[in-house]
């Protein structure tokens, strides 16, 4: 059960938080211009790392914000919380 | 009755006699005991039947490893309790408790004659056996297993009891309150951290709390009588949370950390009553030493597990602090040193006693002080078969060979009442590989150790393969130190003599001249598996140590393989020929000992389950005698049955009702989300279909709402208030999900739109009120509005007040008919509903419940989502192409609309059905085909929604079919178990096509 540390209410417990899946996932501006095989790579292609993760998390049962969290999925460590629309942390690049 | 109890200790209250019964029978032992020791008393070993081959099974251990002393508890059919160790179990007056694997009884039993059919029933039999022919499942073989089985019964009625959870946060949890887990704690406590000590015993102190030979001293005392003073000692210590009777469940990652503490289990009967049965503890720790010890291993030899074979360990403990001997004449067989402390403390007692040790020979001050006192020592033996059926009552040894790997010379034959076994320790390393914590290898002696990789987390004392006192002293107090960086003095004088053991002699599967086939050597008491078993599974091919697990159940019974996964592990290693420490280990995995539902589930029982949201209304809906539907979590009126009508005629009734005269429904639960902002409207364009910049200020309209895949997500009618403020509803059980999703897209992909979303579904109650008289009655209410076509047409909003109260009116139809919903804070919610009612009742204004709803609705061909869509529905699947704008650039799910597989003209497209027969009601859910002939059957859909409709005197029905949208007036089939169903394809509107009612 993690600990996170929410960048706006500090750190919570895991059963407060939703996890929203792959982080850095921009929504194309012109969908419309895209060709199957790209629409596809947007909506269905997921990441699945064995190792340091870029994650999208909600404190949904708190201040049901959105925020980012930099996640090694080998051992479940939280390495780094960031906001949405901050650049991930470069140490985990 | 034969008494074992040869000596008083201080823990057995002998003043304090306690009554209880066993697979029918009364016996007694004192307070003190626990029903394993109480039946040693009493000279009972024999406590079931193996699950297999139901060979006569003894107490093994004296804890958590039990395998085979496993109870039913009770036996009324809320509060009996299977699968319980009889070696934890605390006796109380009272206490009723039955063997559980021996049907009929433990003394004769059919299944005895698997142990003569044995080969038979060999690695994998499962898998083998019971595959063909299929008929013989339900018959022969499901009956055969679970007769045999034996797993003991659940409760069949709710369970009584009370449980409780509790959250708590601590600087340093110390699991095991042993000599090494006392020290912990009390160097974390007294160096300022808030400290808590959990034991699963009823007292602390480990093993060495009854520990009583001179060789093994502390500060010139017994290591017992020192350790008592220590517990004296911590039990002053303020900031020292000390819970015994308390075991953890499970660890997870960060340390987060599940206990179960006990606290009425060892109460009789009478104390139970109205009394927290069991609490769970979520305990957060920043740091946690793991000190859980160590078991003693069984050796693995011919007929290893017969009634009278306990681990030798066990057999000290039973003697030392329950004062129970398990035998009168009792042989100790060993590979290491421990096992000499039991024969000399049985020695002591005045128990006859000799020992058969595996090692050529040994001198450790224990063997030396054992050699003293005239012990008979037969080194360089090992044990090759035993005798006896419902108790051992003799053996046979041999004399080993050089190498170890076969017996040399004569049978020698010894008689005994008890054997002892000792294969060395097996540290406890559950906690630390739940944690996440890796394992390490450690030839000498054969053990798995923790890998010290985390830096709030460690392992002292035997779960970390420190086995003598010295070594454990000295280790943990310096890892303590280094873990928690402080500098605790308080042991730096102490003084430590103890005997140091200098080899072990480890083999796996020990040898005898008897082929191996012709053996039952085993390893898992429980599940009943053997060397054998082992072995077959690697002649067939296993390798991975999880497939040769699950192939012969070694481990995989309700002791998660304590006893056995060493020796599983050796003998693959040694058969293949590879190192043990390369194999790896099977996963730990939770609870460490099995776990009873209540207590996870704690106080969230009953009406406490699940939240349960009622309306303003609820009161008079009751009132009303109406049956209530569950709608996620909101209780709504499902239909309202009057003189005993059933649901068919109250819904037929009510449905007639609305379309004649008048209708009320509760529309309370709908989601409602509140809108504001100057981008409102490009947010609604953003995650609508339609388009919503053009929609007027006091209009309404209908939106559908896709997912990014395309597939219809949700719909409502939002309303423009104002310029920049929109009322949004949407399906009742959508609600949250919606919210989420709106404000997902508002903040991570379109931050730069001002849009404030709020849920104001409950801030708000709902009366709608639809059909021709509906005018007339809103007239009644709102004298003052002027409810012309012209003032105030279909999809428009008007406000007004009810006696001085606010009031949003919304004429909008989900029936069909002429139709408005009043919203009024939920407050006035009662009052709006009874004034309706009053005002209604010249028109016959008829309450309708969700079944009524959802006819009318059917009538007029509306989807409901989640019944007729289940998240693979386009918009055109649904033929509603007209609520998809062609002209905005983009919304949440335009893209996917003419992606290949969206564009297919052969999806499942929502089709109208007409049976053949009008009276006939189709089933939801009922499958649809065009030829029953060719086989297999073509599936070609299924029916989402079916009525019989009092307004249009037939059966109507909604249905997904495959290219459907192309089908219509074509014959299909909806085969049924005894009929088969004729239908043809017909359009979704069944009535009023052109809208007409709706202006009535
Ligand atoms: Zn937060």
């Not at chain 1, 706006?8 to 939703?18: P, V």
């Not at chain 1, 925020?67 to 991930?88: A, C, H, Q, W």
């Not at chain 2, 042993?178 to 699963?200: C, P």
Request: with cysteine; glycine share 8%; hydrophobic share 35%.
């Amino acid at each position: 059960m993690f600990l996170i540390n929410c960048p706006f209410c500090g750190e919570r417990d895991q059963s407060e938080f939703s996890s929203g899946g792959e982080a850095h996932i921009v929504r194309p501006k012109q969908p419309t211009e895209l060709s199957d095989d790209e629409w596809a790579e947007y909506l269905f292609m997921r990441k699945n790392i064995k190792g340091i993760q870029f994650e999208r998390w909600n404190h949904v049962h708190g201040c049901r914000k959105w925020f980012n969290v930099v996640r090694d999925t080998s051992n479940d460590k939280i390495l780094s919380v960031y906001k949405m629309g901050e650049k991930p942390p470069v140490n985990y690049k | 009755m034969p008494n074992y109890r040869i000596h008083k200790t201080e823990y057995i209250d002998e003043t304090k006699r306690v009554s209880f019964k066993y697979d029918g029978k009364t016996y007694f032992g004192y307070e003190g005991d626990t029903l394993a020791s109480a039946l040693l008393a009493n000279g009972i070993h024999l406590v079931g039947r193996s699950f297999k081959y139901h060979r006569p099974r003894g107490i093994v251990s004296c804890g958590a490893e039990e395998p085979n002393a496993i109870c039913q508890i009770g036996s009324k059919k809320d509060l009996t309790e299977p699968n319980v160790r009889a070696t934890e179990l605390e006796l109380y007056e009272g206490l009723e408790a039955s063997s559980q694997n021996c049907w009929p009884n433990v003394k004769f039993d059919i299944g005895g004659i698997n142990n003569f059919i044995s080969p038979l029933i060999p690695a994998g039999f499962y898998y083998k056996t019971f595959m063909w022919p299929k008929s013989f499942w339900k018959k022969v073989y499901e009956p055969l297993i679970r007769l045999s089985a034996g797993l003991g019964k659940s409760p069949t009625e709710p369970d009584p009891d009370i449980y409780d959870h509790k959250h708590v946060h601590y600087d340093v949890l110390v699991i095991g309150g042993g000599i090494s887990g006392i020290i912990s704690a009390k160097m974390a406590a007294k160096n300022n951290l808030k400290t808590l000590l959990v034991d699963d015993k009823k007292i602390l102190g480990g093993s060495t709390i009854y520990q009583n030979n001179e060789s093994i001293k502390i500060d010139d005392k017994l290591s017992s009588e020192w350790l008592k003073n220590e517990i004296q000692e911590i039990k002053k210590l303020s900031n020292l949370t000390i819970k015994t009777r308390t075991s953890i469940a499970a660890y997870h990652g960060y340390n987060f950390l599940l206990a179960k503490e006990n606290l009425t289990d060892h109460l009789p009967e009478e104390k139970k009553k109205n009394k927290i049965r069991q609490r769970l503890w979520k305990i957060r720790a920043k740091k946690v030493v793991i000190a859980t010890g160590s078991i003693e291993r069984p050796l693995v030899f011919n007929n290893n597990d017969r009634p009278g074979i306990l681990l030798s360990n066990s057999i000290n403990k039973y003697l030392d602090y329950y004062g129970v001997t398990c035998g009168e004449k009792i042989i100790l067989f060993t590979n290491n040193d421990s096992a000499y402390e039991t024969s000399i403390s049985l020695h002591k007692k005045g128990i006859k006693n000799l020992i058969v040790d595996l090692r050529k020979s040994a001198s450790s001050e224990l063997i030396k002080q054992a050699e003293t006192l005239g012990i008979k020592i037969y080194f360089n033996h090992v044990v090759t078969n035993t005798f006896g059926y419902r108790k051992i009552n003799s053996l046979e040894i041999m004399e080993l060979s050089e190498d170890g790997n076969t017996t040399v010379g004569n049978k020698i034959k010894l008689s005994c009442d008890c054997l002892g076994m000792s294969g060395g320790w097996t540290p406890m390393v559950h906690m630390h590989t739940q944690s996440g914590g890796k394992l390490d290898f450690r030839d000498d002696d054969q053990v798995f150790l923790p890998k010290e990789n985390s830096e709030d987390q460690i392992s002292v004392g035997s779960c970390n393969g420190d086995f003598d006192l010295e070594n454990i002293i000295d280790k943990t107090v310096n890892k303590i130190n280094k873990f928690l960086d402080i500098d605790n003095k308080d042991y730096q004088d102490t003084n430590i003599i103890c005997s140091k053991e200098n080899d072990k002699r480890n083999i796996w599967l020990l040898p005898n001249k008897i082929p191996l086939g012709k053996t039952k050597c085993f390893i898992d008491f429980q599940n009943d598996s053997t060397a054998k078993d082992i072995k077959l599974a690697l002649k067939e091919g296993f390798r991975s140590i999880e497939h040769v697990k699950r192939y012969t159940t070694t481990g995989m019974a309700t002791d998660q393989g304590k006893l056995s996964n060493m020796h599983a592990l050796g003998i693959i290693a040694d058969t293949a020929g590879v190192k043990m420490g390369t194999l790896g280990t099977t996963t730990f995995r939770p609870p460490f000992t099995p776990l009873t539902f209540g207590t996870l589930v704690g106080r969230n029982v009953g009406k406490f389950f699940e939240v349960v949201r009622k309306t303003s209304m609820h009161e008079w809906h009751l009132e009303n005698n109406a049956e209530f539907e569950n709608v996620g979590q909101w209780k709504r009126p499902w239909y309202y049955p009057k003189n005993g009508e059933n649901m068919h005629d109250a819904v037929q009734r009510e449905s007639k009702a609305a379309r004649d005269s008048a209708g009320i429904l509760d529309a309370s639960t709908l989601g409602k989300i509140d809108i504001q902002g100057t981008d409102a409207s490009e947010f609604l364009n953003r995650v609508y279909t339609n388009a919503w910049s053009k929609l007027a200020i006091g209009k309404c309209r209908y939106g559908l709402m896709l997912n990014e895949d395309g597939m219809v997500y949700d719909d409502g009618v939002t309303t423009r208030i104002s310029e920049n403020h929109y009322l949004m509803t949407t399906t009742t059980g959508g609600a949250a999900n919606v919210l989420s999703k709106l404000e997902d897209y508002l903040q991570t992909e379109w931050p730069e739109l001002d849009v404030y979303l709020t849920s104001v579904t409950d801030h708000y109650s709902t009366a709608s009120i639809c059909g021709p008289n509906s005018k007339k009655i809103l007239n009644k209410l709102f004298p003052n509005l002027n409810l012309s076509d012209e003032n105030f047409p279909h999809m428009s909003f008007k406000e007004d007040k009810l006696e001085n109260i606010n009031c949003r009116i919304m004429r909008i139809s989900f029936t069909g008919e002429l139709s408005y919903e009043i919203n009024i804070e939920s407050k006035y919610g009662h009052s709006l509903w009874k004034m309706c009612i009053e005002a209604g009742k010249e028109f016959n204004l008829t309450p309708y419940g969700t079944e009524t709803m959802h006819l009318l609705r059917a009538e007029k061909g509306f989807i409901i989502v989640g019944q007729d869509t289940d998240g693979t529905m386009t918009p055109s699947d649904l033929q509603m192409d007209w609520i998809v704008s062609k002209k905005k650039y983009d919304f949440i799910g335009k893209r996917s609309l003419y992606r290949s597989d969206t564009i297919r003209e052969d999806r499942k497209q929502l089709v109208g059905l007409l049976t053949d027969d009008p009276k006939e009601i189709l089933e939801e859910g009922a499958q649809i085909v065009s030829d029953i002939k060719t086989k297999p059957i073509d599936m070609l859909g299924h029916v989402t929604s079916s009525y019989f409709s009092p307004n249009l005197n037939k059966s109507i029905a909604l249905a997904v079919v495959r290219n459907g949208k192309t089908m219509k007036g074509q014959k299909l089939i909806i085969p049924m178990e005894n009929k088969n169903i004729n239908v043809t394809v017909s359009d979704t509107i069944f009535l009023d096509k052109e809208n007409k009612r709706l202006n009535a």
